[in-house]
């Protein structure tokens, strides 16, 4: 019991620490802001990518188990039998939540017409072919560790794939955020104060999924209404998003 509330500790403060890197680098360290908007960005379309081919190893690895056939379709009968062909929920995978990352880009770099003269798919290209090639080297590589390990240790055996595909929805829902809240603040204050608004909605919902299993969190939040509830354990399934 000591050592599980020693691994929280250890989790709580890697969490605080891990989003408050942006902000101290901008701060004390003249990190470039805009760098740091669209090495985020970057991230999290490599982050994407590599969901797409963890979904396709699971399926081909787990796709034919008993236990996964069951999950499958009880997922298939709660959304009304409707069950999208499992060989294309990659491909329409990096579709869907690629569009919402061009939308977002596009909000973005109409906010922040004077930061990002050249247009802001331009300013991402070359930034991706310059400074932060380094950074997408190391995105990848360590995307590619975790895929790694995950198939060690079997991590996603039994889980039907499309539950894994609104995985990383936690992701796009920080950038819509921030992208949308944030945009006010660009045409006030600059890119300087969105960097700030990106690492605070990050953290909150970082800190939410960190206590989402609190009861007194699900209780303040649900207030014992049964639908609530439900509606509440749904939401404790995306605890594992990246």
């Given at each position: 019991?000591?050592?599980?509330?020693?691994?929280?500790?250890?989790?709580l403060a890697q969490i605080v620490l891990f989003n408050s890197v942006p902000a101290v680098g901008v701060l004390f360290f003249g990190w470039d802001a805009k760098l740091l908007i669209l090495a985020y960005f970057t991230e999290t379309l490599i982050a994407i990518l590599f969901h797409a081919l963890r979904l396709w190893y699971v399926n081909f690895r787990w796709g034919s188990e008993p236990?996964?056939?069951?999950?499958?379709?009880?997922?298939?009968?709660?959304?009304?039998?409707?069950?999208?062909?499992?060989?294309?929920?990659?491909?329409?995978?990096?579709?869907?939540?690629?569009?919402?990352?061009f939308v977002q880009l596009m909000i973005l770099g109409g906010f922040a017409e004077r930061e990002f003269p050249d247009g802001i798919f331009t300013h991402l290209y070359r930034a991706a072919i310059g400074p932060l090639a380094w950074a997408i080297g190391s995105f990848v590589f360590l995307q590619t560790s975790r895929l790694f390990m995950e198939a060690i240790r079997s991590e996603y055996a039994f889980t039907p794939a499309e539950a894994i595909f609104f995985q990383p929805f936690r992701r796009i829902l920080v950038q819509q955020l921030a992208v949308i809240l944030g945009g006010f603040f660009i045409?006030?204050?600059?890119v300087f104060v969105y960097v700030f608004l990106?690492?605070?909605?990050?953290?909150a919902l970082d800190l939410f999924f960190f206590f989402i299993d609190n009861a007194k969190l699900k209780s303040i939040l649900t207030k014992g209404d049964p639908e609530a509830v439900r509606s509440y354990e749904e939401l404790k399934k995306l605890k594992g998003m990246f």
């Amino acid at each position: 019991m000591e050592a599980d509330q020693h691994f929280k500790s250890v989790r709580l403060a890697q969490i605080v620490l891990f989003n408050s890197v942006p902000a101290v680098g901008v701060l004390f360290f003249g990190w470039d802001a805009k760098l740091l908007i669209l090495a985020y960005f970057t991230e999290t379309l490599i982050a994407i990518l590599f969901h797409a081919l963890r979904l396709w190893y699971v399926n081909f690895r787990w796709g034919s188990e008993p236990e996964t056939k069951y999950k499958a379709a009880e997922l298939e009968r709660a959304n009304g039998g409707q069950r999208m062909p499992i060989s294309f929920l990659p491909v329409f995978m990096m579709a869907f939540y690629g569009l919402f990352c061009f939308v977002q880009l596009m909000i973005l770099g109409g906010f922040a017409e004077r930061e990002f003269p050249d247009g802001i798919f331009t300013h991402l290209y070359r930034a991706a072919i310059g400074p932060l090639a380094w950074a997408i080297g190391s995105f990848v590589f360590l995307q590619t560790s975790r895929l790694f390990m995950e198939a060690i240790r079997s991590e996603y055996a039994f889980t039907p794939a499309e539950a894994i595909f609104f995985q990383p929805f936690r992701r796009i829902l920080v950038q819509q955020l921030a992208v949308i809240l944030g945009g006010f603040f660009i045409l006030l204050s600059g890119v300087f104060v969105y960097v700030f608004l990106l690492v605070l909605v990050n953290l909150a919902l970082d800190l939410f999924f960190f206590f989402i299993d609190n009861a007194k969190l699900k209780s303040i939040l649900t207030k014992g209404d049964p639908e609530a509830v439900r509606s509440y354990e749904e939401l404790k399934k995306l605890k594992g998003m990246f």
